[in-house]
């Protein structure tokens, strides 16, 4: 998360400068919601869209965009490199992440959305649905991630 901020304030005086510029975050569907294993990779991406958001609200007269990308489940080794809770690699390909969207469709999906100029964007399969039952039944959203099979 820092490194992403540190070089998105490198680059804002440039776009400042020219009046024009587009930042394109990769956060996660994570940085969204939170599920079990991933608290330090959840709080990062919430971290990220906390930052964009207040930096496209302090920016927009200047011209420069920002897009938020929320990525579900996407064939990377994410998973393999995720750290357990004592900090040792988990090492495996978790099923989710195994069976996800590939990164040539993300890209892609990111194009499309730049061009069109949105805010934000969630891309993936049935994970989508979390956004939807977490913001209108976070009861319903909270017990289903207490049974969620992320390994």
């Excluded at 920016?59 to 489940?73: A, D, S, Y």
């Amino acid at each position: 998360m820092l490194g992403t901020i540190c070089l998105s304030k490198a680059i804002l005086p440039h776009f400042l400068q020219r009046k024009t510029g587009h930042f394109v975050v990769i956060t996660s569907l994570t940085g969204k919601f939170g599920t079990p294993l991933r608290s330090s990779y959840a709080a990062a991406k919430h971290g990220l869209h906390g930052f964009f958001d207040s930096l496209r609200a302090e920016i927009w007269r200047e011209k420069v965009q920002v897009t938020l990308v929320c990525p579900g489940f996407i064939t990377t080794h994410v998973s393999m490199n995720a750290l357990t809770g004592d900090g040792s690699p988990q090492g495996a390909m978790d099923n989710a992440t195994r069976a996800g969207k590939s990164p040539a469709d993300l890209a892609k999906a990111i194009l499309n959305a730049v061009e069109k100029g949105k805010y934000e964007m969630a891309y993936g399969g049935s994970e989508l649905m979390g956004l939807y039952v977490k913001r209108f039944f976070p009861r319903i959203f909270t017990n289903m991630l207490k049974t969620a099979k992320v390994t």
